[in-house]
């Protein structure tokens, strides 16, 4: 669909880490008729990308992360843009634990996050898009008509994550020491993660998804 303002529709969705950010933008992209970017995807692609190459993660420079950008794309699939590396999928790679590990360090690097920003802005030229990260409603689409900012507690994001990582209920244990992980992210991520001035904020914490996205897919209609 179109809008009818003749510029294609940009909804942004950015929050801290395993707030739901790329669950929550497929199902409204779903659910809008529009292709979902997952801006998280790429730095993913990039860092197994890099982890290709057989060295320590400690030893790499930002150039030589830059030097494999090269070879990560995005193409259009039927709901969500999807990452390519060497022109092959790579989603169940850039999922797996040797990616989550690294990923952090690749996304504070600059000149990355400027190749991933720009990549997605890319996105958005011929297509309308729900794009979700932690920057794309200020730094990447200031002039999104939506910007939305997911919000809920450092225990609740643990819980869930939690919760799809082991299709299980947490133990006390496990849910300090994750909620102790995301705290300190939140802390690095701190400079990158601000909502903009015009973001609807919408409280995760006490509904459901069906709910949130309801809310979200509501308010992007209203804007078309």
């Known amino acids: 669909m179109s809008s009818d303002k003749g510029v294609p529709l940009v909804v942004t969705i950015d929050g801290p880490a395993a707030s739901g950010k790329s669950s929550t933008a497929t199902q409204v992209a779903d659910r809008l008729g529009i292709r979902h970017v997952d801006s998280g995807s790429l730095y993913r692609a990039v860092t197994a990308a890099r982890l290709r190459e057989g060295d320590a993660p400690d030893l790499w420079t930002e150039q030589s992360v830059l030097d494999v950008a090269r070879r990560v794309t995005i193409v259009p699939g039927d709901v969500s843009f999807e990452s390519r590396i060497d022109g092959v999928a790579c989603e169940a790679e850039i999922r797996g634990d040797a990616v989550t590990a690294v990923v952090s360090l690749v996304a504070q690097m600059p000149h990355v996050r400027r190749w991933v920003n ?12 729900v794009v979700d990260g932690r920057d794309m409603g200020t730094a990447v689409f200031p002039e999104a008509r939506l910007k939305v900012w997911l919000v809920a507690p450092p225990e609740e994001r643990a819980r869930r994550r939690l919760l799809q990582r082991h299709g299980r209920a947490p133990t006390p244990a496990e849910l300090e020491a994750e909620t102790a992980e995301l705290e300190r992210r939140d802390l690095r991520d701190r400079e990158q993660t601000q909502p903009a001035r015009d973001a609807v904020w919408v409280d995760t914490m006490g509904i459901s998804q069906d709910e949130q996205v309801g809310r979200i897919v509501a308010l992007a209609e209203g804007r078309r």
């Open 118 to 129: 720009t990549t997605v802005k890319a996105a958005s030229a011929t297509h309308e898009i």
